[in-house]
């Protein structure tokens, strides 16, 4: 098959350093993508070593490496447990993941992730997906509108931002990339246009994709997949997924604190391994969706 445009993989060595991988071992790849981070854990096994790896996106199939270690499983890294021991692997030992968009998603116009194109609302990561963009900006109630804006793009005016969208799809749907940014031009304060319009196209793509939701329910599977010893090594682009990611890792919850024994122990499933580790000045300028990228590793106790 020939491969997709896709860009080098964010934090290569340093994410598959953090596996600690075992030649024999099994290991899961939970966004392939253009399969970057796979082929280095697949240079890292031996023969009896297995990788599966995970992505909804049709396009990623074009990107399937032929080796007889590697399986591709095309399906939304929420349903890891489900699809392992649907082949067979009831633990491994480490769990890779890239989180947030593509390069090529980002590069295909027609896929509506990009704020640099003119294309119809989309921004659905699995395309057999019923909920699109057009569906959340044309079809929320002002309130669902203003909770989306709110808490994925963390906007200070999100109820004004809501308002001004229910009162032009009244009148006129909002179809077009170039439509919704044209409406919102009051919005986009001189200086600060692009990082606006970049946390309202990543409010209304975490709402498409259910990306927090989806984060939630695979963190909570990892502890039971991996072995003792095995490791998670995840990469977040914005605080609210590394957010979850950081406090999972450190008390396995995603609020509040564990509960004590009656010695004062908590039982948690992680420890962390290092620090948080993020790209080097030389990366960024090599490759600039690496510019807010965060890397943490944790180990099963």
């Known amino acids: 098959m020939t491969n997709l445009e896709y860009h080098n993989p964010v934090l290569l060595k340093e994410t598959v350093d953090g596996l600690n991988i075992k030649p024999d071992g099994?290991?899961?790849?939970?966004?392939?993508?253009?399969?970057?981070?796979?082929?280095?854990?697949?240079?890292?096994?031996?023969?009896?070593?297995?990788?599966?790896?995970?992505?909804?996106?049709?396009?990623?199939?074009?990107?399937?490496?032929?080796?007889?270690?590697?399986?591709?499983?095309?399906?939304?890294?929420?349903?890891?447990?489900?699809?392992?021991?649907?082949?067979?692997?009831?633990?491994?030992?480490?769990?890779?993941?890239?989180?947030?968009?593509?390069?090529?998603?980002?590069?295909?116009?027609?896929?509506?992730?990009?704020?640099?194109?003119?294309?119809?609302?989309?921004?659905?990561?699995?395309?057999?997906?019923?909920?699109?963009?057009?569906?959340?900006?044309?079809?929320?109630?002002?309130?669902?509108?203003?909770?989306?804006?709110?808490?994925?793009?963390?906007?200070?005016?999100?109820?004004?931002?809501a308002r001004l969208?229910?009162?032009?799809?009244?009148?006129?749907?909002?179809?077009?990339?170039?439509?919704?940014?044209?409406?919102?031009?009051?919005?986009?304060?001189?200086?600060?246009?692009?990082?606006?319009?970049?946390?309202?196209?990543?409010?209304?793509?975490?709402e498409v994709n259910q990306e927090i939701q989806v984060l939630k329910e695979f963190l909570q599977q990892t502890e039971e997949v991996l072995e003792p010893g095995g490791r998670i090594s995840l990469i977040s682009y914005h605080s609210l997924e590394d957010r979850l990611v950081k406090r999972y890792i450190r008390n396995g919850l995603f609020e509040g604190e564990p509960e004590k024994d009656v010695f004062g122990r908590v039982e948690v499933p992680f420890k962390k391994v290092g620090k948080l580790i993020t790209p080097s000045k030389k990366e960024i300028e090599e490759n600039n969706r690496a510019r807010s990228a965060k890397l943490r590793i944790g180990e099963r106790i």
Do not use: W
Request: glycine share 8%.
């Open 165 to 206: 969208i229910v009162q032009e799809r009244a009148e006129n749907p909002i179809e077009t990339g170039d439509h919704l940014k044209e409406l919102l031009t009051p919005f986009l304060f001189k200086g600060k246009e692009f990082k606006i319009l970049a946390q309202i196209y990543q409010a209304i793509r975490i």
């Open 26 to 161: 099994v290991y899961v790849d939970v966004t392939f993508g253009g399969g970057g981070h796979s082929r280095e854990i697949l240079s890292r096994l031996g023969e009896s070593g297995k990788l599966l790896a995970f992505d909804q996106d049709p396009d990623a199939k074009q990107n399937v490496i032929d080796d007889k270690r590697f399986t591709l499983i095309p399906e939304n890294f929420r349903y890891l447990k489900q699809f392992l021991r649907f082949y067979g692997c009831k633990k491994v030992d480490g769990v890779l993941g890239d989180f947030g968009v593509s390069s090529h998603q980002f590069d295909v116009a027609e896929r509506g992730f990009s704020t640099r194109f003119d294309s119809r609302l989309d921004m659905r990561m699995n395309q057999r997906d019923k909920i699109s963009a057009y569906e959340v900006v044309n079809e929320y109630a002002e309130a669902d509108l203003r909770s989306v804006f709110c808490q994925y793009g963390e906007l200070k005016n999100a109820p004004k931002l």
